[in-house]
């Protein structure tokens, strides 16, 4: 099959990267992908949310099978495109519908859900930016800490956790005074801080069946100790350790079933993955979030454990035909690392030559803002610039591995944090 990939990051370039094992494999296309998933087949100059071009790439490349990426072409309705377009309507393509990817798309549709169908959340109050006076009023009388969300898709940095009400309100003025995530803030979500532990849970779904993908812990903050503010992620690590058996069993029956039986009992028809982003609070899970795709750096550390195949799953889920099956994992621990442009999440400098790519061993360095510069130079191009990826027999020692790499990369600027997955060390 000639299979696209849409997006651009770290977690488009892992996806391309297990796609590009599969003997269902034959070529590769990405719209408009970095420098290396260039390495890896054809990069069309395309965004993810040009749908008329990326129709007219299917049609020239004489596209197979569609994989959307990102959270944005999902949430405003891609897969509807494709679905309503004669021409391009029988190719299939993975993700959610439009209706479907509102659990990420709008936090307040998804607390509301959730709260419909017994899913364990944070208690919460919605305000849209005319209720000012009763938002400003239910923060001040709100138990702190307190935790204001954007309702729409901000990249990952639209959330604060606010210790004192000022410091809330500050961050409200600046969504609705400043518009600082644009219509994303026109709503926004008031909700109660949870005290424990988080990590991300992955599932593949037709709508009915699922695979449980490997779970992953990913570190948002951009300062050691998990401090300053929330970038798209700074690392990750999977398996994790607290995540034992009896937690995962509770994640089966209280969130990941219930969720899948409460889609369809309000028949929305859910294609593609669901990413719980999950929080244990003295044994127990209770969602933070939902994204209606594979988390990113997540998926850098989830797909390199993966043994098997999954073209096949990704293919029959697109075609709402998911077969009893599973797929098998390695044993192995799996620690990525992030190197960013300094200032990131803030203001950064781009256009900056990478240099020790051709250095790494025993590690696998997914691209994420990057872009192919002259004489077959790659640059930066993004705040979060390349993931470097370990798989070992011990979590420590895929840690070792990722950092003892990462050191052997350079460009201006460049950041990384030193403690990715030395919080759960000993833990399990």
Not at 140 to 153: F, Q
Not at 190 to 197: A, H, K, P, T
Not at 226 to 234: Q, V
Request: with cysteine.
């Amino acid at each position: 099959m000639n299979i696209l990939i849409i997006g651009s990051g770290g977690r488009e370039h892992a996806i391309a990267w297990k796609v590009k094992q599969s003997p269902l494999c034959k070529s590769l296309f990405f719209t408009p992908g970095n420098a290396g998933t260039f390495a890896l087949g054809k990069n069309i100059p395309v965004k993810a949310l040009d749908f008329e071009g990326i129709k007219e790439a299917v049609l020239a490349e004489h596209i197979d099978f569609v994989i959307v990426g990102p959270d944005d072409p999902l949430a405003l309705g891609i897969v509807d495109y494709f679905k309503k377009d004669s021409e391009i309507s029988n190719i299939p393509i993975l993700g959610p519908n439009a209706k479907a990817a509102q659990l990420e798309s709008s936090k307040d549709f998804a607390k509301a859900f959730m709260m419909r169908h017994n899913i364990p959340t944070a208690l919460y109050r919605s305000f849209s930016i005319n209720e000012k006076e009763e938002a400003y009023n239910y923060i001040h009388n709100h138990n702190l800490p307190v935790v204001i969300k954007a309702d729409g898709l901000a990249a990952g940095k639209g959330v604060a956790v606010c210790t004192t009400a000022e410091e809330a309100i500050q961050f409200v003025d600046e969504i609705w005074g400043d518009h600082k995530f644009g219509s994303a803030g026109d709503k926004i979500v008031v909700e109660q801080f949870l005290s424990g532990i988080e990590l991300s849970v992955f599932i593949l779904t037709d709508g009915n069946k699922y695979i449980l993908l490997p779970e992953a812990k990913d570190y948002k903050r951009i300062g050691e100790g998990d401090t300053g503010p929330n970038t798209g992620g700074m690392g990750s690590i999977s398996p994790v350790p607290f995540a034992d058996s009896v937690f995962m069993k509770k994640v089966t029956e209280r969130i990941i079933e219930p969720t899948l039986a409460g889609l369809r009992n309000e028949n929305i028809i859910f294609q593609g993955f669901i990413f719980f982003g999950l929080i244990k609070v003295n044994g127990d899970p209770f969602v933070i979030e939902y994204n209606a795709r594979l988390g990113d750096p997540e998926t850098q550390v989830v797909f390199p454990r993966i043994i098997s195949d999954i073209v096949p799953q990704l293919l029959q889920v697109a075609n709402g035909s998911l077969e009893d099956t599973t797929i098998k994992i390695t044993h192995e621990s799996a620690a990525s690392v992030i190197a960013v442009s300094e200032g990131y999440p803030g203001d950064y400098n781009t256009g900056f030559k990478i240099e020790g790519l051709n250095q790494i061993q025993n590690s696998i360095v997914f691209h994420a803002g990057t872009k192919n510069g002259a004489d077959h130079e790659v640059l930066t191009s993004g705040g979060r610039v390349l993931a470097v990826t370990t798989l070992a027999d011990s979590l420590e020692d895929a840690l070792e591995g990722s950092y003892e790499n990462i050191k052997l990369l350079t460009f201006k600027n460049m950041t990384y944090r030193k403690d990715i997955g030395k919080d759960v060390l000993g833990n399990g």
